[in-house]
Nanobody, 122 residues
Framework: QVQLVESGGGLVQPGGSQRLSCAAS????????MGWYRQAPGNQRELVAA???????KYADSVKGRFTISRDNAKNTVYLQMNSLKPEDTAVYYC????????????????WGQGTQVTVSS
């Protein structure tokens, strides 16, 4: 079993920055990659960024150059640093424990955090 708890969401102005955190616990954490998804009203959940155990990363085209995913193995925590935020980044952000394949795709697991709301508005 894996438990994921997100934090760090809130209200931020366009152009601002925000960092999300996802604390993970459970026996499968060390064998899985991690990913951040988001879901806006009326949209399906989409992959934002993912990171493997070795540090390989994957980003959605819409956030490349603005968002950075990282992880702290000692704290079993994954982060999403979000810079130059836009109103279209507004969504509920979810942490996922999955696998980032060497060939590129990220395979999510059924382990999700509860979600944290990010609202970008002036």
């Amino acid at each position: 079993q894996v438990q994921l708890v997100e934090s760090g969401g809130g209200l931020v102005q366009p152009g601002g920055s925000q960092r999300l955190s996802c604390a993970a616990s459970g026996s499968t954490f060390s064998s899985n990659g991690m990913g951040w998804y988001r879901q806006a009203p009326g949209n399906q959940r989409e992959l934002v960024a993912a990171i493997s155990r070795s540090g390989r990363t994957k980003y959605a085209d819409s956030v490349k150059g603005r968002f950075t995913i990282s992880r702290d193995n000692a704290k079993n925590t994954v982060y999403l640093q979000m810079n130059s935020l836009k109103p279209e980044d507004t969504a509920v952000y979810y942490c996922n424990a999955g696998s980032l394949l060497l060939s590129g795709p990220y395979y999510p697991s059924d382990y999700w955090g509860q979600g944290t709301q990010v609202t970008v508005s002036s």
